[in-house]
C-alpha cells in the first residue's frame, strides 16, 4: 500500500521540481518506475495476491466496522431503509466478533 502512495508522489515531485532534475535519462527512468511499480502494485492489490486467511480476517474487520459507524450515525427517515441499518448493525457485529474468534483461533 505504501508503494501505492510512493510512486504518484515521485512524479508529482518531479513535475514539480522539474528545474532540479535535469538529466532526462534519469527522470525517464524515474517516470517509467514509478509507472511500473503503481502498475503492479495496483494488480496485487485487486487480485489480493498476498492476502491469505489472517489478512483477510484482519482487513475485513475495519470494514465490518465502518458499516456499523455509518449505519449508527446515518440520517434514515425511512422506515425500510431504518430497518435494514438496524439489520446490518446486528449482523455486523455478530460477524466481527466470528472472525475475532477464528483469528484467535488460527494464532494459537
Excluded at 522539474?18 to 496485487?44: D, E, H, P, Q, W
Excluded at 422506515?79 to 477464528?102: D, F, S
Aim: glycine content about 4%; aromatic content about 6%; hydrophobic content about 50%.
Amino acid at each position: 500500500m505504501t508503494f501505492l502512495m510512493i510512486c504518484p508522489m515521485a512524479l508529482i515531485m518531479l513535475g514539480f521540481m522539474r528545474g532540479m532534475y535535469k538529466n532526462k535519462r534519469k527522470n525517464t527512468a524515474i517516470v517509467a518506475s514509478a509507472i511500473s511499480v503503481f502498475v503492479i502494485v495496483v494488480f496485487l492489490l485487486r487480485t489480493q495476491a498476498f492476502i491469505g486467511d489472517k489478512n483477510y480476517m484482519k482487513g475485513m474487520i475495519p470494514h465490518h466496522s465502518i458499516a456499523i459507524l455509518t449505519s449508527e450515525r446515518a440520517t434514515i427517515t425511512d422506515p425500510e431503509v431504518k430497518q435494514l441499518a438496524r439489520e446490518i448493525i446486528e449482523t455486523q457485529i455478530k460477524e466481527i466478533e466470528q472472525m475475532k474468534r477464528i483469528l484467535a483461533r488460527m494464532e494459537d
